[in-house]
Each structure stands twice: as C-alpha cells, then as structure tokens.
C-alpha cells in the first residue's frame, strides 16, 4: 500500500525526534576518568616544556637531525611539521594576551587546546581531543614573530603589503629541548589582485584590495615557512597551511 506524502513526512519526522533524542543522551567515555587527566597533564605539560625551551629571537639557524629522525618516527604523516602559533601556544599556557598576529591562523585544530583551567575533561569531546587527536601529532613547529606589519590598502589598486619577521621552532613531541630551528622573513608585493563587479564604488574596490592584500602576505608566510622546512630537514615536512582563517 502506497503512504500519502503526509504520512511519509510524520514517519520523517519521527525519526528525527528520536535521533535529537539521542544526541541528548549523556555519553560515557571508555577512558576513565584519572587517565584522562593523566593525558591531559602531558599535553599540557609539553605546552609548557616548548613555552621554556624557546631559543633566543637571534639564534642563527640549526638544522635537524634527520638520521635521528628517521630512527624515531616512520615516513609519511608521522614525518610531518604540526604547525602552532606562539600566540596560541601563550593562550592555551594561560599567558596574558598580547593581540592578533599575522600568523594566527596558522595553529593546526591538532594543537588548538583551550587554557588548562577552561578546557572541560567530562566534555565527551574533550575528551576525545585530548586521548585521540594528540596521538596525530609527532612533530610541532612553534612560528614566533619577531617584527610584524599588516597588510594595508591605501587605494583600490593596492598598498602596503605588510611584512612579517619570525622564527620556526621545532620540537619533537616528548622533548624538552628543540631539535631545530630557523629565522625567516616574508614580505607582501603590495599589488592587489581580485575581482569585483562592475558596480562597486571606489570604496568596495578598496575593502577588496585589503582582503587581496591580507591574503597575499599570507600566501608569502606559508611559502617561506614551507621554503625553511625543506632548508632545515630533508626528513621532515609540512603539514598544510589554510590561509582562509588568515
């Protein structure tokens, strides 16, 4: 026997019901309680052990030891750079904020935590974040910046590109000291290159040149770092870099 649309649409509906149902059920974590925040005092602990261990901004560039690691970890992902921002890694230790940088974007979701006393361990995602995500992680490339200046349009055609001055810093997850690092330096053209309607005002046209412009010194950042990884380790490499949270 055929249903009538509206007896489709209530059966629809009932099951919807009872699906929002069950996502309001409590979950029960298979971790318990006390190895949760076990886990959790090592990441955080390692947070904190990277914080310390920071070389000085004019340290001259150190390579990695690449024979080391191709004894600690197996090719392919395990090899690769999880990239975090100084600002983020500051913010997830509880440090004082200090304002946006031009590579704040750049933390990876992998080693985005909030501070200790925020992040919620009964949370089932937290959870999972903690015990699961963590294990994805081998290698992580603290990007410190040193002299930054945004990206400013001063007409539609273009305008200041910006400039950012830092420095890559990569730990092995579980050591305290650095295994490398590097300085480098990324400057924007200035040149704006976007489309637009053709019924923009002038003022249109501009706020597209500054996202152009915002853009483009971004896409210079992830070059360079990606440039200084290769200059640094034949071993390693980078993990992607999404400049559309830039």
């Known amino acids: 026997m055929m249903r009538s649309p509206a007896a489709a649409l209530a059966a629809l509906a009932l099951v919807a019901s009872a699906c929002d149902a069950d996502d ?12 949760v925040e076990a886990r959790a005092d090592q990441v955080y602990g390692t947070f904190r052990t990277m914080f310390d261990n920071l070389p000085e901004p004019s340290a001259a560039a150190m390579k990695c030891p690449d024979e080391k690691v191709s004894e600690w970890t197996a090719e392919g ?10 600002q983020s890694l500051r913010h997830t230790l509880g440090e004082p904020w200090l304002g946006n940088s031009l590579v704040g974007f750049i933390t990876n979701a992998n080693v985005r935590y909030a501070s200790r006393d925020k992040f919620d361990l009964t949370k089932e995602r937290n959870i999972k974040h903690v015990m699961r995500i963590w294990d994805f992680v081998h290698y992580v490339g603290v990007v410190v910046p040193i002299a930054e200046r945004g990206a400013q349009a001063s007409s539609a055609y273009g305008g200041d590109g910006g400039l950012f001055s830092g420095q890559l810093v990569v730990y092995r997850k579980g ?13 924007g053209s ?57």
Do not use: W
Request: hydrophobic share 30%; proline share 4%.
């Open 24 to 35: 309001d059920k409590p979950t029960v974590s298979k971790h318990a309680a006390a190895d």
């Open 77 to 86: 992902r395990e090899r690769q750079i999880t990239f975090l921002s100084y």
């Open 190 to 246: 200035g040149t704006a290159e976007y489309l637009h309607d053709i019924g923009d005002s002038s003022n249109e046209k501009k706020n597209k040149a500054q996202f152009a412009l915002k853009k483009a010194l971004c896409e210079e950042i992830r070059t360079e770092i990606k440039t200084q990884v290769g200059q640094i380790s034949s071993a390693l490499s980078p993990s992607s870099i999404d400049c559309n949270g830039a």
């Open 175 to 187: 050591q305290a000291q650095p295994i490398c690092h590097t300085p480098f330096s990324a400057t």
